[in-house]
């Protein structure tokens, strides 16, 4: 399921003023990509990760999946086929189980399939089926994060985006979770879409990176291209310096 977003336009009130977002985004995510947004606080990365499940729309533009405009799409058909791993907030009091089969429970799973179904959710994202009968609150941050992954992948999405997914995690957390994409990626064929700041991990796992400016685009193409530039101080950009 590829995705192109054609002269994009989002801009927002704060009650007395019109405040402009992003201007002028055309970009194309390829199917089965590693896709990294990255930018300076404000620059609307975040925002571009919920036009893409219609949390928001944009003022003006369009969005295609498929070719098929995304407004044409149900929008529970919408957000089986593109995932949203939320932060960890989006965890809610409970068990493992609870959380994990949550969206399935929305649509209707037969009782006695919620621990099958679930026992391999986990294994998935490497846990142990033990943890479905744990409190959510007695996780670690990665096994919080995992278990997040886990709910967004029981509807089984094609499209899975990520909002700054390791930023609350130690550098051990932080490579389960770079695993586990890339595992989704290349095994499962996903496509990862992801928010970061750290410049660290665009070089590790990313295919292809857009850097947002304050409403522009600062660099569109693949990580290769990125590193070889010799235009952008990329450590100061995402500082919010000068580009």
Known sequence: MGIKLSNIHVSKSDGTNNLE?????NIEVQKEDIFAIAGPSG???STVLRLLNRLDDATSGEIYLDDTEIKSWDIRKLREKVGFVFQESALFEGSVLDNVIYGLRIRGIKKEEEQTIASALLEKVGLDPEYLDRDIEKLSGGQKQRVN???TLALDPEIILLDEPTSALDPQGTKLIEDLMMELNEKHNKTIIFVTHNIDQIQRIAKRVLLLGIKKIAFFGTK???FESTDLDITTFLKGGRE
């Open 21 to 25: 977002i992003i201007k002028n985004l």
């Open 43 to 45: 620059s609307g990365k």
């Open 149 to 151: 992954i886990a709910r």
């Open 224 to 226: 290769g291209e990125l």
